[in-house]
């Protein structure tokens, strides 16, 4: 099962049960706690009119009854009442409260029941659970129903003993219907229910809309792996949280394996590298130890010199470049004309170009000055320089220039060789990668590389193009800003 899948489960089967447990409390504990608070009311309505009943009934003779009493008047002007009162969600058009008293022995002696209520005057009503528990001093009250069929035809009646001078002389009953108490109790109860409803189908569509951007962020981070996985680079997914931090682990983790992949390639390129000079040495100091002439000593000491120079030059460079490698922010830079540097270097080479009857034309000479490190960026020129020498056939030309292209500053050595085929330019300026010379010698590859990381660190790019015939080497660095 998908991630998605099984994060929108769980999330639809963790809210719909909280949703269902919540319900069932609700609607559990509706009918009782409304029916609680309906029976309160009416226990203290009953003792308020238990109160005002005590002296009419003690003064009633023997036999009598209170129907044309102060009571009784009151409570047909309340039936005669309208109401059109809205509680919260509840319009009350009518009022359901009913009452009846009897007397010391149960006998009826008022009665005003509520809205299909029955209560007779005369009728004994001593056996009724709430006359009889309160004529007892005990706490009276009962519900009834009016059709035993019908659930909903019940009435709720609360007692309270009417006394007269500390004697019990009667009990006041207050009814309500249950109808009405009923009605309040499923409109509750429908709201509820509604309520409920949109609370699950909110909480539904948040777990969706988490679960899809979790998914999306997953896969964010599955895609990152898998381009680290097969040597794509691809920028770190900024994601939140802990994904976010697992994000720069797997990044940190990348860099690691890069590395060692890196050293690893470095250092059979490395051992590669070293391994003709040395051998070249160990020949020449082998043959030394045998009875030679002057000339034939002087000549493998010369191939030993040279040898060792040419290990000298390779870790020199190897150090270098491992300088301009490291994360660590470049030198001090400071405004440097880039066409002084080349008319310089050009000069120092000079015995060279001259030893392989070489030109130099320049074909652009632009003035204007870059922010860089002046020593690396010498460096970088040199090395151009030196590997246009290196490849340029003899008697041939060397096309200079220096020009302003948009916001930076271009500076190109063209040789008129044998060029490079387009599918291995791209691996040029790569550390011990390196192409044939006309001669047949094979470089280090750590010239280019040195120039492109210098690039690299001056906010520029190195770049190859074929001239046809011959390469063209062009650095770009970003132009120092007029005052």
């Known amino acids: 099962m998908h991630l998605g899948l099984r994060l929108l489960f769980g999330f639809f089967a963790i809210t719909g049960l909280a949703v269902f447990v919540l319900l069932r409390v609700a609607l559990v504990e509706l009918d009782p706690a409304v029916r609680e608070a309906t029976e309160s ?5 009953a003792h308020l009119l238990a109160e005002q009943a005590g002296a009419e009934l003690a003064a009633m003779p023997p036999g009598g009854t209170l129907a044309a009493g102060a009571l009784a008047d009151s409570l047909k002007r309340y039936r005669a009442r309208e109401v059109d009162a809205p509680i919260f969600a509840v319009r009350k058009r009518s009022l359901d409260f009913g009452l009846y ?10 009665a005003e029941a509520p809205p299909g209520g029955a209560a007779v005057l005369g009728a004994d009503y001593s056996r009724w659970r709430d006359v009889a528990r309160t004529l007892r001093g005990e706490y009276g009250a009962r519900v009834s129903r009016l059709d035993p069929a019908d659930p909903n035809s019940t009435v709720i009646y609360v007692a309270a003993p009417v006394r007269h001078k500390g004697r019990t002389v009667g009990v006041l009953t207050v009814a309500r ?7 309040s109790i499923d409109e509750a109860r429908e709201r509820v229910m509604v309520a409920a409803g949109w609370l699950l189908g909110t909480a539904l569509a948040l777990g969706v809309a988490v679960t899809l951007w979790t998914v999306h962020s997953v896969r964010r981070l599955r895609r990152y792996a898998l381009g680290a996985r097969v040597g ?50 160990a020949g020449a100091a082998e043959l030394l130890r045998d009875p030679l002439t002057a000339p034939d000593r002087e000549a493998f000491a010369g191939q030993i010199a040279e040898q060792v120079a040419r ?5 020199e460079q190897l150090l270098e470049l491992s300088k301009l490698e490291s994360p660590r922010p470049p030198g001090p830079l400071a405004p440097v004309a880039p066409l002084r540097l080349m008319q310089s270097l050009v000069g120092e080479h000079a015995a060279r170009l001259r030893q392989r009857c070489l030109a130099v034309q320049w074909v652009a ?33 060397l096309e200079l220039a220096v020009a ?39 470089g280090s590859g750590l010239g280019l590389a040195i120039a492109r990381q210098v690039a690299l660190r001056h906010g520029g ?23």
Do not use: C, W
């Open 232 to 281: 794509v680079a691809t920028p770190v997914p900024r994601l939140p949280g802990e994904l976010g931090e697992l994000a720069h682990a797997m990044a940190a983790m990348r860099e690691r394996l890069e590395g060692r992949d890196h050293l690893e390639q470095s250092m059979r390129a490395l051992t590669h590298e070293l391994k003709t000079p040395l051998t070249a040495i």
């Open 101 to 110: 008293v009897t007397d010391a022995s149960g006998r009826v002696v008022l």
């Open 461 to 483: 790019e190195l770049a190859f193009d074929d001239a046809s015939p011959g390469l063209r080497a062009t650095l770009a660095l970003p132009l120092h800003p007029r005052p």
């Open 311 to 315: 290990l000298q030059s390779l870790v």
């Open 365 to 397: 000479r632009d003035a204007r000055t870059v922010d860089a490190d002046e020593p690396r960026l010498r460096m970088a020129l040199s090395n151009l320089l030196v590997n246009a020498i290196d490849f340029a056939p003899a008697g041939s030309t």
């Open 404 to 442: 302003t292209v948009g916001e930076r500053l271009r500076v190109s050595v063209r040789d008129h060789g044998p060029g490079v085929p387009s599918a291995l330019r791209a691996h040029l300026g790569e550390r011990f990668y390196s192409t044939a010379r006309p001669d047949g010698r094979r």
């Open 177 to 183: 219907s249950g109808a009405a108490l009923q009605r």
């Open 41 to 45: 009311v009416l226990v203290d309505a």
